[in-house]
């Protein structure tokens, strides 16, 4: 008699065994390099992970050799092994010699593991992947915030809980008790499979969630039988639809990084009556189905973390990115910076940063009564240091070199200078980050500018400066050192500029609140007899208005960054000169931490300290 499936809110178990002829362990498989199947292969038969990913062997028999075991083997192309030492030896010898990927897969599905693969053996392999290509997956970080009491007055039973910004507490996380309370939170219409693994390099754990949309956690849940298309009839499962999850737990952090979800199919899609209303409504479900997972572990996750008289939610911290390297330098544990000194004021951050010759462990701070060395003098002090006698030969002979070369041209000198200059900025507002090869890169910024955008109307001083600069720089054009003096005139003159429309618009809102100071005393000292003169007063502030938001257009503008390494290549357009390094603002510099954003009066919106 087959065995009886019920519907059960219970999770998956590691044990469940998955068919070979699935498609989806073929594609699951075959992510993964020749090199790492084989690891893989030798993991599974560890003792540590013998228990959920048991391989075929061959049944002892009485006799060292019998007839019925020849006969039943006689025809295998890949025959099963007799021990589990035997087979261990087989896969290592396996890592010495030349094959191909599709030799040690075939083995795998049709031979050593042709009974089944678990969802323990599935889950390692998924991770594996993940190692091999850490890029994969694109992660958001969410900040773990403690919520205030609610109170228990009956007028304020309807209350929404507040964050509490002052708190620093901390969740306690114990993985079982996580995954029980998580999935108290799954519906009883899904099934989940749960695996933690510790990052190899990285401090951090890992959470994989393999989710089926069945109620059956048994091998049942893993198959739907079949759907007629016509005449024909294909088979369908479960993996089709399936999605897989990871949530990244840093140590003692609060802070949480969760992947997109992603969906884990090992055939082509289903083109029958379902797509073809997709594709006329234009619906997409796929993406309706991610939005929904990633809503349920929003709220799951916080839930299943909070305890009684301590309750927690997420926070978005706009920063998502492929690299978990990035998002540990920004919203990292307690060894890390957290994002509260990124950009040019990482310096201060770093504890093992040199001090002056060479002092480590020393933290630079701007409270300093001691200024620091220049970083062009740390760095020949450490050259001579190093080196000692041979570093100051080699310099010797760099300069008897450099008396031989025929002098410079003045304009090569002046070029020479405001390279070394560029490079000097860039370093000021950068220091030590955005380096093109740190391994900390980040592959999209989306900014939004809603600042106001600057009137045309030019003080007459400026103007006539400016008509003045003009001639006298049309008439000394074959001069280089006219060039730069015109060069510095019109940068100061920029920064006049700026600094006269800084204080027209501090006065314009300085005299917007007196006008309303003054509107709000006129409203107070109105009564019932003079409301003709109250409708007219707010008439004419309603025209002023409406005349100051015509005055004040701000216009919206996107701007998104594209690389693998966004702002190490804003780095590299401030050393070329591209960028202006000095009139850069701040967020460009990723100093802020974040990948969305909106700027509005030069500062991205709900950040502190941007610069402008």
Known sequence: MAPISIPTTARLPSSLRVDP??????????????????TLALDWLDERNLALAAPYLRQPSSSEYSDDEEDEYADDFHPPARSLEALQELYTSLQLRKGSKREVIDRIIEGDWRHGLTLYQLAMADIQYLYDHPTSQK???????????????????????????????IPRFHPSTFLKNLQAQVPPDVKAHYNFDRHRTLPLSILRIFILDSPYNTSLGLQSGSSKTGRKAAATTTFDTSRTVYIAFPDASPYIYISKPQLLSGSAPATGPSSAATNTTGINTTAGEAKSLQHLLLVGIPTALSRPRQRFCLKPTSLATRNLNELLDRRGGANTRQGAAGGGWSIYADE???????????????????????????????DKEEHGAAGRKE????????????????????????????????????????????????????????????????????????????????????????????RDRNRERDRDRDRDRERDRDRERGRDREKEKERDKE?????????????????????????????????????????????????????????DGERMPGWLTGEEGVTVGKVREGRIRGNKGSGH
Request: proline share 7%.
């Open 352 to 382: 093992m940063r040199d001090k002056g010759k060479g002092k480590r462990g020393n933290r630079e701070t701007p409270l300093d009564t001691v200024l620091p060395s220049p970083p062009l003098s740390e760095e020949e002090e450490g």
């Open 21 to 38: 002829s699935n498609p989806a362990v073929f594609k699951i498989l075959n992510r993964l390099s020749r090199a790492s199947l084989l």
């Open 395 to 486: 310099i010797g002979a760099e300069m008897k070199n450099k008396r031989l070369e025929p002098p410079l041209s003045p304009g090569a000198k002046r070029e020479e200078r405001e390279k070394k200059r560029r490079k000097l900025v860039a370093k000021a507002r950068f220091a030590e980050t955005a380096l093109v090869g740190d391994g900390k890169g980040v592959e999209r910024v989306d900014i939004i500018l809603e600042d106001e955008f600057p009137s045309s109307s030019i003080h007459p001083s400026s103007s006539t400066t400016t008509s003045s600069s003009s001639t006298s720089s049309s008439s000394s054009s074959s001069s280089s050192s006219s060039r730069d003096r015109e």
């Open 139 to 169: 992660w958001a970080a969410y900040r773990i915030m403690p919520l205030k009491p609610l109170s228990t007055n009956e007028e304020e039973e309807n209350q929404q809980p507040e964050v509490d910004k002052e708190s620093l507490v």
């Open 523 to 579: 409203k107070n000292k109105d009564t019932p007899g003079d409301r003709r003169s109250g409708s007219s007063s707010s008439s004419g502030a309603a025209a002023e208005a409406a005349g100051k938001q015509r005055e004040e257009w701000r216009p919206n503008v996107k701007l998104t960054f594209h690389g693998p390494h966004v702002f190490a290549g804003i780095r590299q357009l401030v050393e070329a000169g591209i960028v």
